[in-house]
């Protein structure tokens, strides 16, 4: 084994500076996740189990790689503060050419900002395996860094095992003696790693593997993508390679729309910005909208059942990505509407008009900027969001302009409940349906949403009436009188819902009718109306001259009989329009028959 020694090139006081630019431990873990990004790795695990511990000295974090790992160079320059050779034009790309994020090299320091202690060990493809430890808060900010030695080791009895094969490589980072518990972090640590890398572009070969105890977990695991396959609208665009065009492309998959379907089309920039040129440009823009209304989040689940309000706040939000990785805190539920959560001020926007816009809480949805062909769209170094730049300026506005316009134009009406078509069934029949032993009788229901696929009733009806199970009409005539009224359910159903009304159904004796009919003969309308008393003597009569057969007298007879039930029986004046569209009904058969 072989020891040397190497020394950091600036005051140590700059490493606590540099480790405040990180303002939490979920957003520390984060930045040394996207050094494993541009390192190439395949696979990232951050493990979070050793953090639990009631001593703080033992709680630990372990975050393994396999990534390209480190020579000796590299690990000097690691050790350079403030120098990242990333931020060189001709090493913005990782050796498989992936476009690195790093700018200030400050994601080492995050190690600070986490732990009192740092052991990382490390191996490139064939090169001998590298390890340190790094104690934080051994020295005075005051010390020269000149006069900071650390030792380095190379093949470790210890640590030369983790990388059996020469050609192996990655980096492990063991944090020591945490300086806050995990308990209250955990759940923004997991938001944090879960959203790093941009959810809605496909990233092939980069995996984050967030290993906590079962114990400590409590929140849903549930994947950006997954909650999208539930928005009822979508939007994809792109800005073009010269900021002069938006091509998109939506769909509406609102099960409330009646205007269901894809459509594409292209807006130009200059129109949204009212006129000023468009600076930015290769920016993939991601919305979908989800109702929060209790009927369309019933339909938000997992395999565990519906996916809660806190797990969808969490889900929701206008995230900001350059490159593929997070800007943060663009998006976060909860923030300040100016500079964290609703950086777009869309809740404000759409209290304001709500025709025009949509709440913030409503969209899950990210912009990615593309970090060299839009240079000015440049992180805060404290990782608080974006420097104020003209440039960042533009993309607010632009990206609301859009929001604007995928709102008036595309989603416009915004469904707040079925149409009667897709509601479920509601029906009813007249309250009391009353009948004679030998005279028809019919009664059908008013349907006011969606009609029933399915008819049933309860009890029995009695002999001589049937009900229709395809239609819920109910008819027949009536062979025997019932002593009482009988309650009966009538049920309908179809693929929206059900719905359940109940009348009551009375049959009396047959009466005696004076000069009944012997034979289908024909006598004049007028006749027939003074036989059966229809005169009314605060009207004028009519003297009608042409004749009708029997089956015409009988109808006359039964609507006489459903008159006198609206001016005796009708309870209010629901049930007498009820009654009166029975009625309607009986004199359209009878027109059918003249």
């Known amino acids: 084994m072989v020891r040397k020694k190497i020394n950091f090139q600036s005051k140590w006081g700059n490493t606590e500076n540099l480790a405040n630019m990180v303002p939490s431990i979920g957003v520390g873990i ?6 494993s990004y541009d390192a190439d790795a395949k696979n990232v695990v951050v493990d979070l189990r050793g953090g639990f ?7 630990n974090i372990m975050i393994t790689d396999d990534g390209h790992g480190m020579s000796e160079q590299d690990l000097q320059n690691w050790f350079d503060i403030g120098d990242s050779n990333k931020k060189r034009q001709d090493q913005r790309h990782s050796p498989k050419g992936r476009l690195t994020t790093g700018d200030k090299g400050i994601g080492r320091f995050a190690c600070k900002q986490i732990s009192k202690s740092v052991t990382l060990i490390t191996k490139a493809p064939n090169s001998p395996t590298l390890s340190i430890t790094i104690e934080w808060d051994i020295h005075d900010d005051s010390t020269n860094m000149e006069d900071v030695e650390f030792e380095y080791d190379i093949d470790h009895n210890e640590y030369k095992s983790l990388f059996p094969k020469p050609e192996q490589s990655g980096t492990i980072l063991i944090l020591k003696h945490l300086r806050e518990k995990l308990d209250n972090q955990l759940q923004v640590i997991h938001r944090n790693v879960h959203t790093l890398v941009n959810p809605f ?15 400590k ?10 909650i999208t396959q539930f928005a009822q609208y979508s939007f994809i665009a792109n800005i073009d390679a010269m900021g002069k065009n938006i091509e998109w492309d939506f769909e509406n998959k609102h099960p409330w729309s009646m205007s269901q379907g894809k459509r594409s089309g292209s807006w130009r920039t200059t129109n949204l910005l009212e006129g000023e040129k468009c ?8 919305i979908y909208f989800l109702g929060r209304d209790s009927k369309l989040k019933n339909s938000y689940t997992t395999s565990t059942g519906i996916i809660s309000k806190d797990a969808l706040d969490k889900l929701c939000g206008f995230k900001l990505y350059r490159g593929k990785h997070r800007i943060y805190p663009y998006g976060e539920i909860g923030g300040p509407s100016s500079e964290n959560g609703d950086w777009l001020g869309l809740t404000t926007l759409n209290s304001n008009n709500s025709t025009n816009y ?7 949805a990210a912009a990615e900027v593309h970090p060299q062909t839009n240079p000015k769209i440049i992180d805060m170094a404290n990782r608080t969001g974006l420097q104020e730049t003209p440039e960042k300026t533009q993309l607010i506005t632009l990206l609301r302009a859009v929001v604007k316009k995928m709102r008036t134009e595309l989603c416009n009406p915004l469904p707040t409940k079925p149409p009667k078509e897709m509601q479920p069934p509601e029906f009813h029949y007249t309250m009391s349906i009353m009948g004679k032993v030998g005279d028809g009788l019919f009664s059908r229901p008013t349907i006011k949403t969606s009609p029933p696929t ?11 009436i049937i009900f229709d199970a395809r239609n819920g009409f109910i008819s027949g005539t009536p062979t025997e009188a019932m002593e009482d009224q009988i309650a009966y359910i009538v049920s309908g159903s179809n693929q929206f819902g059900s719905h359940a009304y109940q009348f009551h159904l009375q049959i009396y004796p047959k009466e005696e009718i004076k000069n009944p009919p012997q034979t289908p003969s024909t006598s ?3 006749e027939i109306i003074e036989k059966d008393h229809f005169d009314d003597t605060s009207e004028t009569q009519v003297e009608i001259n042409f004749e009708l057969d029997n089956s015409i007298k009988v109808n006359l007879a039964k609507a006489k009989s459903k008159i006198q039930f609206l001016t005796s029986q009708a309870q209010d004046r629901e049930e007498f329009k009820n009654a009166l569209i029975d009625l309607k009904m009986q004199i359209e058969e009878m027109i059918e028959n003249v």
């Open 30 to 35: 984060a930045e040394l996740i996207k050094n």
């Open 53 to 59: 511990e009631e001593n703080l000295a033992r709680c």
């Open 201 to 215: 572009s496909d990233i092939d070969g980069f995996e984050i593997d967030l290993r906590t105890p079962p114990s």
């Open 217 to 226: 977990k409590k929140w849903e695991d549930i994947g950006t993508k997954h």
């Open 279 to 286: 600076s930015i440009n290769n920016t993939k823009i991601m």
């Open 358 to 364: 949509f709440r913030h809480a409503n969209l899950v």
């Open 454 to 464: 399915t008819w049933s009733i309860k009890p029995e009806l009695p002999s001589g």
């Open 524 to 526: 004049s309308t007028q």
